[in-house]
């Protein structure tokens, strides 16, 4: 079964620093997809950057990019020029390409996000 | 453009009464449908997931049950509450399966039992 790991519960940024979110993962699958999701204090879900596992190249979404270290089993964030609206919980996710479970993500236990005015 | 809806918001129910949370998703036909809980605490865990009316598969078993009555509805239920069923329920539509496609999420649902 896959499993994803957050090992850093909380975390902190000045403002308009750079800040790196680890998340690692386990699978026996060669092909599937990453994810990184934001969770703000209203509660909703939204979608930050996400990465198809073929592509070597590193997703990237403005202030938003990932290391994406296949064989190591890595995925982290990078938030550049750090907002105070960047302040959420941050979840990795990951997501079969082909089988069963018909694309289900399964997420890790979070990161919380603090900025720093 | 599509939407997602869930209702209630927030409940509050005593341990042992009945549960039924709602999700309609508009804009759409034929999605796939999700529900997740979120504890206190922890990350999200997938309840259930349907791919049409009537088709439900459960990934952990548990005290709640899912239904889809109409292709963009999703619901939640329990016949009698637990405390442990406290927590965060968000549902989520997708397109499909089998393209890269993005889970979007609704405002979710937090339950107390008390």
């Known amino acids: 079964a896959q499993t994803v790991t957050q090992s850093q519960p909380e975390m902190s940024v000045q403002e308009a620093e750079t800040v790196t979110l680890s998340c690692t993962y386990d699978?026996?699958?060669?092909?599937?997809?990453l994810f990184w999701y934001k969770q703000p204090p209203s509660r909703q879900m939204i979608l930050v950057i996400r990465?198809?596992?073929?592509?070597?190249q590193n997703a990237t979404e403005n202030r938003f990019s990932v290391n994406f270290q296949k064989a190591a089993k890595s995925f982290s964030l990078k938030i550049s020029d750090s907002q105070l609206g960047d302040a959420a919980m941050y979840f990795c996710?990951?997501?079969?390409?082909?089988?069963?479970?018909?694309?289900?993500?399964?997420f890790g236990k979070g990161t919380k996000l603090s900025v720093k005015p | 453009s599509q939407t997602i809806h869930q209702w209630p918001a927030t409940l509050v129910q005593p341990v042992g009464s009945p549960l039924s949370l709602e999700c309609t998703v508009e804009?759409?036909?034929?999605?796939?449908l999700y529900w997740y809980r979120q504890a206190a605490g922890r990350g999200l865990q997938l309840l259930f997931y349907?791919?049409?009316?009537?088709?439900i598969s459960s990934e952990v078993p548990q005290n709640l049950s899912a239904s889809r009555p109409q292709d963009r509805q999703f619901i939640l239920s329990s016949k009698k509450l637990l405390l442990s069923d406290s927590g965060f329920y968000l549902c989520?539509?997708?397109?499909?399966?089998?393209?890269?496609?993005?889970?979007?999420f609704g405002p979710g649902t937090r339950l107390t039992v008390l």
């Open positions: 989520a539509w997708a397109r499909g399966l089998a393209v890269f496609n993005e889970q979007f």
């Open positions: 699978t026996s699958e060669s092909d599937y997809y």
């Open positions: 990465q198809e596992a073929y592509k070597q």
């Open positions: 996710a990951y997501r079969r390409k082909y089988g069963g479970s018909q694309g289900n993500l399964i």
């Open positions: 804009g759409t036909s034929n999605p796939n």
């Open positions: 349907s791919v049409g009316i009537g088709q």
